[in-house]
């Protein structure tokens, strides 16, 4: 298993480093001059800075390229029907928690945190960082996802009024494949994952159950040492013609 | 039924004019020195500055506020089934158009565009502009929507390989109420909203058929300019307890 140690904090952009060999100081007295100039650590992961965040045009000089990555997506299993028994606070102290895990999860695995809707966020592994087992690394984020949250979400629940705290739970889903990456509106300058592969992460993240962590045959076959213990169940998924034989992964 | 063209473009930010009645130029000479500093339109809306945009605490003193605001999702129907049939180039052609043409039909009705992500987004009404009819404003938006994206996806529709262009359509859920507005995770600086009105208007939107504007008794309620034509029909929403009667908004 990887290690669940956060990655180390990186003196230079490593999204620019790995997409352009261009050394963007992020941390440290050179990195000074550039944050004057508004590039910082970017939102997605503080290893990466807003260059790669924002100027993926810059970076790439395309509009959208086709790359090889993993895609995650996460969410609260239960949360609509929680948001109607718990209070505005609780609730916002939930989004946060569950948020802030799943994050520091994902960057210890050199992902990066592309959407937060809600209860809900989409990763992205191998872009702008490289990471050529990407797919392990993004199931290795699952696993962490699903240990941080559940004691954070049980500490929650027990204290949220008329919540039931056996059904608080995160469901995650990870599929790998050749996905569009780039500016897919005019007035957005963040980049984004759009194709096939990421329909499918977000199918098979609405197919997992609390703490589940659902991935494609694709995934399974290239993360052995994270399936000890899964289980296999065949899903029909919206928008796929084919019915799909999903692995669980075991969390614990 | 309300005006049509894009809204005037303000010399100063309209979030923190309303919200502060803080004057930030964003357009004209004045504008120069707070471009300098970094300080710019905003993409969620070009009416509003990056102030509104990333800094809720420094705009409203406190990390998240109670507000009555009007929620907006879109989202392209059958857009997973597309994806699996039409080439890459073509789904992030559909995917911008869909964006760009939902960003202006919001912009022109004063909401911002808070979240996208792929096929979807998220729009708000009533902040960070007040707009005291905020309920019509989406509902009006949704209108242009739906008339907009139509002609826009036909065409895009009959270049597809492949693509049956009667499939393609656009789902649009509106739904108001008091929400939690502000910043949900300690690592993000961008403000979004959440509560049950948000899930309500999510769940409104995957209701929805192509071409069809779904909203809330609550919103119907309060939009009668919009309800000539309208049907109802009583659904069941995942997450919430009741069925709800909702109503159809004739879009054409």
């Not at 941080?148 to 990870?174: I, T, W």
């Not at 399974?220 to 992964?249: D, S």
Request: aromatic fraction near 6%.
């Amino acid at each position: 298993m990887m290690s669940t140690k956060p990655r180390d904090p990186a003196l230079i952009c490593l999204g620019c480093w790995d997409q352009m060999r261009m050394p963007i100081p992020i941390r440290g007295p050179l990195s000074v001059p550039f944050r004057v100039c508004g590039i910082t650590q970017s939102k997605m992961n503080p290893n990466i800075c807003t260059i790669c965040e924002r100027s993926f045009r810059y970076v790439k000089k395309e509009r959208h390229v086709s790359v090889s990555a993993t895609i995650l997506f996460a969410d609260i299993r239960g949360y609509t029907d929680m948001t109607e028994r718990m209070n505005q606070m609780a609730v916002s102290e939930l989004v946060s928690t569950f948020q802030d895990r799943c994050a520091e999860a994902i960057w210890a695995h050199d992902g990066i945190v592309n959407k937060q809707m809600g209860d809900g966020l989409m990763a992205i592994f191998n872009f702008p960082i490289k990471n050529e087992r990407h797919a392990s690394a993004a199931v290795a984020a699952a696993v962490e996802i699903q240990k941080s949250c559940k004691s954070a979400l049980d500490k929650l629940g027990a204290g949220g009024k008329d919540a039931s705290p056996n059904r608080l739970g995160v469901g995650v889903g990870v599929h790998t494949g050749t996905v569009e990456i780039g500016e897919f509106s005019t007035f957005r300058s963040d980049f984004t994952a759009i194709g096939s592969p990421v329909n499918m992460a977000a199918r098979l993240e609405s197919e997992a159950g609390a703490g589940e962590i659902v991935v494609s045959p694709e995934v399974a076959a290239e993360v052995a040492e994270h399936m000890m213990g899964a289980t296999t169940r065949v899903a029909t998924l919206k928008g796929f013609e084919e019915p799909v034989t999903v692995h669980v992964v075991a969390a614990a």
